[in-house]
């Protein structure tokens, strides 16, 4: 057991690394976006006070929405292995870093397009559906690592863990709720297509505040899920 204890701090000291090594290479992302934008942000903000507002909540939002997302991706992804076994899940952390450095370059590129809403919108309708078939391939590939698992002779302090571990993935609406913020998102998308049509600056700010609403709600809602499930794990 303490072997395990060390193999196990051995493994969470390495990926705390490579999560820091991923979450360096997005804030490099978002300052290169930054400085690639910052004199356009500045023409906005002596042109138009409020649109260089709303853009720059979005930039900062969608940023610490990538930590957000990293960080909570580090930590579901440690307890799969920890609990799923070693053999049961190989060589998923190394793909799943790949992933995030791919998405701190999505990231980047909503944190550079945010003072431009149609864009911005467009890309995270995109963002949506891989994020949905993502989810699908998820819980495809989840579902019979945890069958294998739960057919074995497990102590209780395990079998509450992978109870635990199937309820967070598969007792949650957790594609629903991308559908929902895909829905939202596409409507903001509508708005900023009304303003680029008829330049109405109403449009452009409506579209503004229902992608903020509707980060900030996605966001909140699978933060609660994970706190009344997976965070409760050790």
């Given at each position: 057991m303490t072997r395990q204890r060390r193999r196990r701090r051995g493994r969470r000291q390495y990926d705390i690394l490579t999560l820091l090594w991923a979450t360096g290479i997005a804030v490099t992302f978002f300052v290169a976006s930054v400085l690639q934008s910052w004199q356009r942000f500045t023409s906005l903000h002596l042109s138009n006070p409020?649109?260089?507002?709303?853009?720059?909540?979005l930039a900062l939002g969608t940023f610490t929405l990538f930590i957000r997302y990293a960080v909570a991706t580090h930590h579901e992804l440690s307890l799969l292995r920890d609990h799923l076994e070693e053999a049961e899940?190989?060589?998923?952390?190394p793909k799943t870093y790949i992933v995030i450095i791919l998405l701190a370059l999505v990231f980047g590129v909503l944190v550079a397009t945010s003072d431009r809403i149609l864009l911005y919108s467009s890309v995270l309708v995109v963002y949506n559906l891989a994020d949905l078939w993502?989810?699908?391939?998820?819980?495809?590939?989840?579902?019979?690592?945890?069958?294998?698992?739960e057919?074995?002779?497990?102590?209780?302090e395990d079998r509450v863990a992978i109870d635990t571990i199937r309820g967070f993935y598969f007792g949650y609406p957790t594609l629903p709720r991308i559908?929902?913020?895909?829905?939202?998102?596409?409507?903001a998308v509508c708005f900023a297509l009304s303003f680029r049509f008829t330049g109405?600056?109403?449009?452009?700010?409506?579209?503004?505040?229902?992608v903020l609403l509707t980060m900030i709600s996605g966001e909140t809602v699978i933060q609660w899920w994970r706190m009344r499930s997976i965070y409760k794990l050790k």
């Amino acid at each position: 057991m303490t072997r395990q204890r060390r193999r196990r701090r051995g493994r969470r000291q390495y990926d705390i690394l490579t999560l820091l090594w991923a979450t360096g290479i997005a804030v490099t992302f978002f300052v290169a976006s930054v400085l690639q934008s910052w004199q356009r942000f500045t023409s906005l903000h002596l042109s138009n006070p409020l649109h260089f507002y709303l853009s720059l909540t979005l930039a900062l939002g969608t940023f610490t929405l990538f930590i957000r997302y990293a960080v909570a991706t580090h930590h579901e992804l440690s307890l799969l292995r920890d609990h799923l076994e070693e053999a049961e899940a190989p060589r998923i952390m190394p793909k799943t870093y790949i992933v995030i450095i791919l998405l701190a370059l999505v990231f980047g590129v909503l944190v550079a397009t945010s003072d431009r809403i149609l864009l911005y919108s467009s890309v995270l309708v995109v963002y949506n559906l891989a994020d949905l078939w993502g989810g699908w391939q998820v819980a495809r590939m989840l579902d019979p690592m945890l069958k294998r698992v739960e057919a074995k002779d497990l102590d209780p302090e395990d079998r509450v863990a992978i109870d635990t571990i199937r309820g967070f993935y598969f007792g949650y609406p957790t594609l629903p709720r991308i559908v929902t913020m895909m829905f939202f998102n596409w409507i903001a998308v509508c708005f900023a297509l009304s303003f680029r049509f008829t330049g109405q600056s109403s449009y452009r700010t409506t579209a503004y505040i229902i992608v903020l609403l509707t980060m900030i709600s996605g966001e909140t809602v699978i933060q609660w899920w994970r706190m009344r499930s997976i965070y409760k794990l050790k």
